[in-house]
């Protein structure tokens, strides 16, 4: 964010040399026409001035309550942790609205080490009627909703302040709600802030930094200075300079960077001015704008007695030849009286001490507290030990206080990056690479960049597979599925589940055993003979429909290719051999597709050079090849899927015609055979005329 953007200062122009750069006052104006708003020049009284800040009085205390617009968990739960070590009675954080929700829920939070719920609500009258203590709110919303949403949060009248965090909200718009909310007399802070902090008391979203910065900057209990600021990254800097040098905060106020905020310096100076508990007042303006001249009027009337340091960020900008424009959209000198150098001077004359440099800055804050110490205007209280909160997990495991032994483990992919990568491969190269599905198989799967002819094996398999006609099993079952109205995830589900020994699972199984048989040097003949002797079918021989005068074309496919591309194919060559002994005894014992794709597989694994023997024998038992039977018929079934829906099939009612219903014969105890009606002779030729009959 730009808040977080370090301004240049003097400090730069030292570095390269140059001498710190200084201007003459000019009186200029700031034209306002065309907005419907009163013109902002430089005051040159007390009451042009301070334009209602009487009205304003305090913004936070202890008891303060409000809620966050927009679901920001992360905001909320420092807003807690902030208020935990406060030793606050009741957390700040009443309610969380989030307009895109359905429905009011509830979001669980850590109040210390204890889990705490949170409402959720979806819209504001909701929220503001269920919590009526509420009149802060802290809003999250984006630079295009935060006009609207703020105007509906100024119609409820509970609300004393608002919070606008957005940057880049429309200059016209954040006039209107700054005119608004004088008229009104509601406080908004921003827009593009962070917001700010009352030490021990409340503390506006992200405000201040991670819990260990709040905790160093000593904000959990109040101390004598407040400090007002335009820029959120500089407020943390604030926070620990003063921490450093005196008491502590007692309140701090980033008013935003954009060009026209909804409250000014004075706004909040004059309530440190009131404040009995602020001795010392801060001021850190920055170049561009008009509004440090605010407080030049008022030390000059008097208005402001408490001792005022102050400085403007942005010195540097006179060492180039032309305008420069710092971090923030206000950030830019438009005349001589806009420079860094101008307002320091400004303020200095007026009677804010101002110190040569930054570098400075701490050492005037530290010299003007010890004199308000000296004098007895600030008295140093005792020391405090805030609570102990337990450590985010998150953050705990990235500073390696902790370590934890992770639930899952995955060395296949990694999203957490820039980029996605599978198995190491970014994502961008997987795709321009041209090698397809199989290259992404080869890393998911076996954490290798496999070949061109494999990867091009490996497609040729999901394309061979992919369907068999809607009168295999799986397809049966996806069809009647789908006809049945479940949808395509349910469909497919039941054709997979069919899945097994003896429909498409067999290449692992026909993998194992022609590898098996091979490796223990069994002939074809002796494999054949112990399988029968055994009484094991081969899995990957035989068919229902293909045969030697029927041959299945696409075993020839795989058979052609891994001979033509493949270092080796010793393993289907064995299978061949296995065939030719198998079709001696009965033609459609060939050599099927499951047991083609199964040991050219094994082949490739073996062939490639990158895996050793036991790793592909390891892969083959996982499961691997049937996972490319499964992947290449998930395209199929998908497609049946869709043809039955695309065909408005109705449901599917297994013909009766096609169902031999066979009763269980029981013969009656009353009945002897002696005494049976018709004898048993006549029974068997009765019932079968019966049925034809039918």
């Not at 807690?80 to 606050?88: G, P, T």
């Not at 504001?124 to 295009?144: D, G, H, Q, Y």
């Not at 390696?400 to 820039?418: H, M, T, V, Y």
Request: aromatic share 8%.
């Amino acid at each position: 964010s730009t808040q977080s953007t370090w301004d240049m200062t003097s400090v730069v122009a030292m570095a390269l040399g140059k001498p710190v750069a200084t201007g003459n006052l000019q009186a200029a104006e700031t034209d306002n026409s065309g907005f419907g708003l009163p013109p902002m020049s430089a005051p040159s009284s007390a009451s042009a001035a301070l334009p209602q800040t009487e009205a304003l009085g305090g913004l936070f205390t202890r008891h303060t309550r409000g809620v966050v617009y927009g679901l920001q968990t992360g905001a909320v739960q420092n807003m807690l942790d902030f208020d935990f070590i406060s030793n606050r009675v009741e957390p700040s954080v009443a309610a969380i609205i989030h307009p895109f929700g359905s429905r009011k829920s509830e979001r669980q939070f850590f109040w210390g080490a204890s889990a705490i719920m949170i409402p959720v609500f979806q819209t504001l009258e909701e929220c503001f009627k269920t919590f009526p203590s509420v009149e802060t709110v802290v809003n999250f919303a984006s630079n295009r909703s935060a006009f609207a949403s703020t105007m509906e949060i100024l119609e409820f009248s509970q609300i004393r302040s608002i919070t606008i965090i957005a940057e880049g909200v429309p200059e016209r718009q954040a006039r209107q709600l700054a005119a608004i909310s004088r008229k009104s007399g509601v406080t908004i802070i921003g827009p593009s802030t962070v917001g700010g902090v009352k030490p021990g008391a409340f503390r506006i979203g992200n405000a201040g930094g991670r819990l260990d910065n709040i905790i160093a900057s000593k904000l959990y209990r109040p101390g004598s200075v407040a400090y007002v600021s335009r820029s959120g990254g500089l407020s943390n800097e604030l926070n620990n300079i003063i921490c450093r040098n005196t008491d502590g905060v007692n309140e701090g106020i980033a008013i935003g960077g954009d060009r026209f905020p909804c409250t000014n310096f004075m706004d909040h100076i004059v309530r440190y001015q009131a404040d009995p508990s602020v001795k010392l007042i801060v001021l850190l303006g920055e170049v561009g704008g008009t509004l440090e001249y605010q407080v030049c009027a008022a030390l000059k009337a008097g208005t402001i007695t408490k001792p005022l340091i102050a400085w403007c960020t942005g010195t540097v900008a006179s060492q180039f030849t032309y305008e420069v424009q710092f971090g923030h959209a206000g950030a830019l000198a438009q005349k001589e009286m806009e420079t860094a150098a101008a307002k320091n001077a400004a303020l200095a004359e007026a009677g804010a001490l101002v110190p040569a440099n930054f570098e400075d800055f701490p050492v005037l804050i530290a010299t003007t507290y010890q004199r308000l110490v000296r004098e007895k205007i600030i008295i140093p209280r005792p020391e405090i030990t805030p609570p102990t909160i337990p450590v985010d997990y998150t953050w705990a495991s990235k500073l390696g206080l902790i370590r934890k032994a992770p639930n899952f483990i995955s060395s296949i992919s990694d999203d957490r990056g820039e980029e996605l990568t599978y198995c190491g491969e970014p994502i961008s190269k997987v795709l321009t690479g041209g090698q397809g599905i199989g290259n992404v198989i080869g890393l998911l799967w076996f954490q290798r960049s496999l070949p061109p002819w494999a990867c091009d094996f490996i497609e040729m398999v999901l394309m061979v597979t992919a369907d068999h006609g809607p009168a295999v099993s799986g397809a049966h079952n996806c069809i009647v599925a789908a006809r049945a109205g479940k949808d395509l995830i349910s469909s497919l589900a039941s054709g997979l589940l069919t899945v097994g020994p003896r429909f498409g699972g067999a290449l692992d199984g026909a993998a194992q055993m022609f590898t098996q048989a091979y490796d223990n040097g069994l002939s074809p003949e002796e494999f054949v003979e112990q399988c029968r002797t055994k009484n094991v079918n081969i899995q990957g021989i035989g068919h229902l429909v293909k045969s030697l005068e029927n041959p299945d074309v696409r075993v020839t496919l795989i058979s052609n290719y891994a001979r033509t591309h493949f270092p080796s194919t010793t393993l289907l060559d064995y299978a061949f051999e296995v065939q030719g002994v198998t079709t001696r005894k009965k033609s459609s014992l060939i050599l099927n597709v499951d047991g083609a794709i199964a040991v050219a597989f094994v082949d490739l694994l073996r062939g490639c050079s990158l895996f050793t023997k036991e790793e592909a024998d390891e892969y083959v038992k996982m499961g691997a090849l049937n996972g490319l039977f499964v992947m290449g018929r998930s395209i199929g079934l998908v497609g049946h899927y869709l043809d039955q829906n695309r065909l408005r099939q109705p449901l599917y009612r297994h013909p009766v015609d096609d169902i031999a219903y066979l009763p269980p014969k029981i013969p009656s105890p009353a009945l002897s055979l002696s005494k049976r009606p018709y004898s048993t002779s006549w029974r068997i030729p009765f019932a079968i005329a019966r049925r034809i009959a039918k």
